[in-house]
């Protein structure tokens, strides 16, 4: 599988702190079925100062560590990009890694504060995608203004945005409400892309096989591949050398 949102690098944000902690996550997620992650630390202006350079080097940095260790884990990097009024400089600064770039637009995982939708978002993603920047909204299914009213997440839809579901979300580890939305939007297949967001060794391990079977089980095993493989390998395709993707 190659997972699209996870927190593995040292250091960087509120994933592993050290090289060793990295390591063994990256060890769980190779066990755990996951031959390609592209790393998504924070971006989070006042939290997380993390730049495409810094991001970029960590991830060199990581994919030298795993290769002396020979753990079998290819890494592409991107962000987790916090929708803030800052976005726009951001874009124009040239500071966001994207995945790449699918029909035109630069793919962007986009995060919302987990309390609410903030009011402007869709102009700012209308925005985004008038400037060939398509959003791939992160776990919307976690959102509690999307939790408690998920017609929120249409507008975003409609304008174009894609949609990440978080895998612990379809096997309730974030509870029944996000369990609930993430089965909704399974069934309406809206959802484009499955990955793990994890984060560490203990709470929040990758468990992307065990949504993986479920989403088998009840929506079959190409809607399973199409979420885990097929669609990640079109969004991260220039992330990894071609011949690495076995789709
Ligand atoms: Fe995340």
Redesign the pocket.
């Known amino acids: 599988m190659i997972d699209l949102?996870?927190?593995l690098l040292p250091g960087i944000d509120d994933g592993p702190d050290t090289l060793k902690e990295s390591l063994a996550l990256c060890r769980i997620a190779v066990n755990d079925g996951i031959t390609h992650a592209v790393v998504?630390p924070?971006i989070h202006p006042g939290r997380w100062e993390n730049t495409r350079q810094s991001i970029e080097q960590q991830r060199n940095n990581l994919q030298q560590a795993l290769n002396q260790q020979g753990t079998p884990l290819q890494l592409g990097f991107a962000a987790?990009v916090r929708l803030t009024d800052q976005i726009l400089q951001q874009v124009e600064n040239n500071e966001i890694p994207f995945y790449g770039k699918v029909d035109g637009y630069q793919i962007m995982l986009l995060?919302f504060p987990h309390s609410h939708i903030i009011p402007g978002s869709d102009k700012l993603v209308a925005w985004l995608m008038k400037h060939n920047i398509r959003p791939l909204i992160?776990?919307p299914e976690r959102n509690k203004q999307i939790m408690k009213d998920p017609t929120q997440l249409r507008p975003f839809i409609e304008v174009g945005c894609w949609l990440q579901l978080?895998a612990g979300s379809v096997t309730a580890n974030f509870g029944e409400r996000a369990q609930q939305i993430a089965h909704q939007l399974l069934k309406d297949d809206v959802v484009a892309v499955l990955a793990s967001?994890g984060?560490n060794a203990k709470a929040r391990q990758p468990g992307l096989k065990q949504a993986f079977d479920a989403i088998t089980e009840q929506y079959g095993a190409e809607r399973a591949r199409r979420l885990t493989l097929h669609t990640p390998a079109v969004i991260a395709a220039g992330q990894f050398t071609e011949q690495a993707i076995t789709v």
Request: glycine share 0%; aromatic share 0%; hydrophobic share 10%.
């Open positions: 949102h996870c927190h998504t924070h987790e995060e992160a776990h978080t967001d984060h």
